[in-house]
């Protein structure tokens, strides 16, 4: 593929002129002097605002995170597009260590709104003038019986610094430096791991078996540091819990997620009582693809003829195309992100791995990383990281702390673009086989984020929980990866031997834990939403906008009751795996 790359590197020139700019060092200053005043003018005052002050407080306290986040989400950016580049490391630091100390300064707010005795803290949030401010207030409430005195949360967060950041940091460097050697057609050549997951699509099962294993035993090799980087995310996690009085590993994040345990549990057994449907579909791709059993580098093999390869403006234009047919309205605000160079969109040594879509603040155009390769996967990852920016786009009405959609719906408008342009590209192709690989490449997605990321939350989780009793070895993680996956797999699927060491390059064990079950979540909430939008047609679509636009102004639960969505209904998660029933007997059919 020939490509005019300045066209595919994003601008972020709008954002700062450069990394070196005056501009940039201005605002980290200005940010940090605002803070400053802030802490100045409402340290131990909150207990004595009224409505009119608190809400003063609050939108001085919103633009301030506005202020703030703007040179991090910058210097995260470049770092993610070039990590190599020690202009770029030094300013990831900087910010690293700014918004640790942004954090620390600020801290007070939120610590002071929890000490708020029930009674005046009620009458506030019944004052009208708050209506706005409402769910951000009852939200961190939730937090208060595991929080501690101000002095001991600032000692925390900035040990945090050298302890569990440096780890991540540590985890994402040593990624991004992987180069992997590797023989193919002859030839020994260097690989990005980018390229090497390119090759799970490859029509040689040989191949995509050898490429599997070169990534997995590369990160072997360096199993002594990424072990030591998940135990000790792993201890510090421990450590909090017992600090702050939790239960388990998970109840941070649901309680942050806004959801029950129970809801949480619900959706993670109704997934295990399914895993029969997901090895009665990788029987049926062994059969499709003449073999007597699957490995589990097979999955994403090619069915039929060789794999189609689109090149990126292809792509972009299925991709809206898909989004215009929805709503002309998401096809334009979805085209601006490639004519105003806002995507990064190609692989290179140095670059980041997977895909992201960036949202930073209500008045900020949202940016997205990619790694196109031409496969059919890669566009799909097109239309997933650009719902994530309408919803980041629509949400733009919202102000800042009622910006970011709760976790667990943060995935939905992602998966619900996906789904559009399947149905898209399956309505047009005319050919049976090219309708067979499509519907297997759907179904493939749709295991990859329910099944899948429901034993990376069961690997998590067991992480956790063993962690708490002591050290982790790298045999002992490879022994409980392998163990949760097998109970996916059963007997329908071969795992290859160095899969022991998929537990160690899964970024969000690292980085955002027990993220995964969020997209177990919006999957099978997505394949509810587009049921309802195959039902109801147009009508359908204002209630999808306003769950979109609504951000983070709500519950996760009342962000979509409106639309006819009740979570906690006991057959709510079972409806989803029974349209993915639909989807492999609509296959079958084909066969
Ligand atoms: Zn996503």
Known sequence: MEYDVTKLLWDTTPLYPSPSSAELAQEFELAGARAKDFRERYLETVVSLDATGLLQALQAYESLQELIVKPQMYAQLLFSADSGDDLNKSLMQKSAEFGNLMARELLFFDLELMALADEPFQSLLADTGLANYRHYLTSIRKFRPHTLPEREERLLKQKGLTGAEAFSRLFDELSASFRYKMELAGEEREFSGEELWGMLHHTDGEVRERAFATFLRRHEEEGIVLSAVFNNIALDHGQELELRG???????????????????????????????????????????????????????????????????????????????????????????????????????????????????????????????????????????????????????????????????????????????????????????????ALLCAKIEDIIATTFRQNVLTRFEERMHRERQAGLLTSSRLCQLWWEENGRLYGDSVTMIEPYRWGWSYISHFIHSRFYCYSYTFAELLVLSLYQKYLEEGKAFIPRYEAILASGGSQSPSDTVGPAGIDLHAPDFWQKGYDFLRDLIEELERLL
């Not at 806004?258 to 619900?266: M, R």
């Not at 898909?322 to 670059?351: C, H, N, W």
């Not at 196109?372 to 097109?382: E, K, Q, S, Y």
């Not at 789904?419 to 067979?436: A, C, G, N, Q, W």
């Open 246 to 436: 939790y239960q388990s590993p998970m109840q941070p994040t649901n309680l942050g997620n806004e959801l029950d345990a129970s809801v949480v549990e619900n959706l993670m057994q109704v997934s295990e009582a399914n895993y029969p449907l997901a090895q009665h579909y990788f029987r049926l791709k062994a059969r499709l693809l003449r073999v007597p059993q699957l490995k589990n580098s097979d999955i994403y093999a090619p069915v039929g003829e060789v794999e189609r390869q689109y090149t990126f403006d292809e792509a972009k234009e299925l991709v809206l195309a898909a989004y215009g047919e929805f709503k002309p309205e998401f096809r334009e605000l979805a085209a601006a992100f490639f004519s105003e160079r806002r995507i990064d969109a190609l692989p290179r040594p140095g670059k980041g791995g997977g895909a992201y879509c960036m949202g930073m603040t209500p008045s900020l155009p949202p940016y997205l990383l990619l790694n196109f390769t031409g496969n059919l996967r890669d566009v799909a990852t097109i239309a997933h990281e650009l719902g994530h920016g309408l919803h980041f786009l629509l949400a733009q009405r919202q102000s800042m702390l009622n910006y970011h959609a709760p976790l667990p719906l943060a995935e939905t408008a992602s998966v619900f673009g996906e789904m559009l342009l399947t149905r898209y590209l399956l309505e047009r192709e005319p050919d049976k086989s090219v309708k067979i």
